[in-house]
């Protein structure tokens, strides 16, 4: 195995060759006071999986959620992460996507969660109140393996260990077979919608200071 093999072994060979992954490119500020950075980003698959940890369902679910949702609020293709805040379920790789994706972050209060089942984000641009909303068709992702995940909670540990491979498998060949050689459009709708951001109930907000001064000159 060369050093290359070896460091991609969380990259699958149909992740790498998937044909329609989208590209995320973004504008951030160029330092912790400012101002905007002339240059741009681009954001692969790849890098969402070393900051969320792994290349899931709905990590690639996400992204092609996100895509459709800031190509919506960005017809220019550029993204600016100093101007988002989004909710999504509060699933691990949702939220961490949508983080990554669109700047917004508890801490700030840009980002928070809502107990509704599904995919789907909420995206707003903070400056203009633009909102939209994005959801994942009912049905494209299996009831077969929701059902697998939800009874991983009440089997024995040894019947857990089988099913753990089992679930894994079945997320892998579903990504194979039907979300990599989908478009996002496919499956994702997007609308705008009309919404009021609500405060974000966590006492140690604090305010994101590089993006004070983005538009100094
Ligand atoms: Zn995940």
Redesign the pocket.
């Known amino acids: 195995m060369t050093q290359m093999d070896d460091e991609l072994w969380y990259w699958s060979v149909d992740a790498q060759t998937a044909p329609y992954l989208p590209v995320f490119q973004v504008r951030d500020t160029e330092s912790s006071h400012g101002r905007y950075a002339k240059g741009i980003k681009q954001i692969h698959g790849i890098d969402l999986v070393r900051f969320?940890?792994?290349a899931?369902d709905?990590?690639f679910r996400g992204m092609y959620a996100m895509s459709l949702a800031l190509q919506f609020l960005f017809p220019d293709g550029v993204v600016d992460r100093t101007d988002l805040r989004f909710l999504s379920r509060n699933?691990?790789?949702l939220g961490?996507v949508g983080a990554y994706l669109t700047g917004g972050r508890v801490r700030f209060g840009t980002q928070d969660v809502r107990n509704r089942p599904g995919v789907w984000y909420i995206v707003q641009r903070v400056s203009t109140g633009k909102t939209v909303e994005v959801v994942e068709e009912e049905g494209f992702f299996p009831h077969e393996i929701m059902d697998m995940e939800a009874r991983l909670s009440h089997i024995s540990q040894q019947e857990k260990s089988e099913a753990v491979t089992t679930l894994k498998q079945m997320q892998e060949d579903w990504l194979r077979n039907s979300l990599f050689p989908s478009h996002p459009e496919e499956h994702y709708m997007v609308q705008e919608i009309d919404f009021v951001w609500e405060d974000v109930p966590y006492s140690h907000k604090g305010t994101r200071t590089d993006v004070l001064y983005k538009d100094v000159p």
């Open positions: 969320h940890g792994h899931c709905g990590l699933s691990p790789c961490d």
